[in-house]
């Protein structure tokens, strides 16, 4: 079973930066599609960043810029370093994991004030 935690999150004044870190549990980090998500109140979660095993990465047109996504498979920990935060940017951020299925962690509420 696949256990992943985020953490990292926390209050933050517009245009400050935060660093989110996703550990996963179990040896299959490494060969792992990783991903942040995100889910503001009131909204379905979206995709803010993904990495594929091989550290390609991909990202929502609204971070393109601000946030990096990177990965450690050494310490089975991915990151997202956030930068130029925005009010926009609130809401609770969670990591998935994909490999043979989908497992997602419990979410970690950032909140950027204005």
């Known amino acids: 079973q696949v256990q992943l935690v985020e953490s990292g999150g926390g209050l933050v004044q517009a245009g400050g930066p935060l660093r989110l870190s996703c550990a996963a549990s179990?040896?299959?980090?490494?060969?792992?599609?990783m991903g942040w998500y995100r889910q503001a109140p009131g909204k379905q979660r979206e995709l803010v960043a993904a990495?594929?095993?091989?550290?390609?990465?991909n990202y929502a047109d609204f971070v393109k810029g601000r946030f990096t996504i990177s990965r450690d498979n050494a310490k089975n920990t991915m990151y997202l370093q956030m930068n130029s935060l925005k009010p926009e940017d609130t809401a609770v951020y969670y990591c998935?994991?994909?490999?043979?299925?989908?497992?997602w962690g419990q979410g970690t509420q950032v909140t950027v004030s204005s």
């Open positions: 998935r994991l994909e490999y043979m299925g989908n497992y």
């Open positions: 990495i594929t095993r091989g550290g390609n990465t």
């Open positions: 179990g040896s299959i980090f490494s060969i792992s599609f």
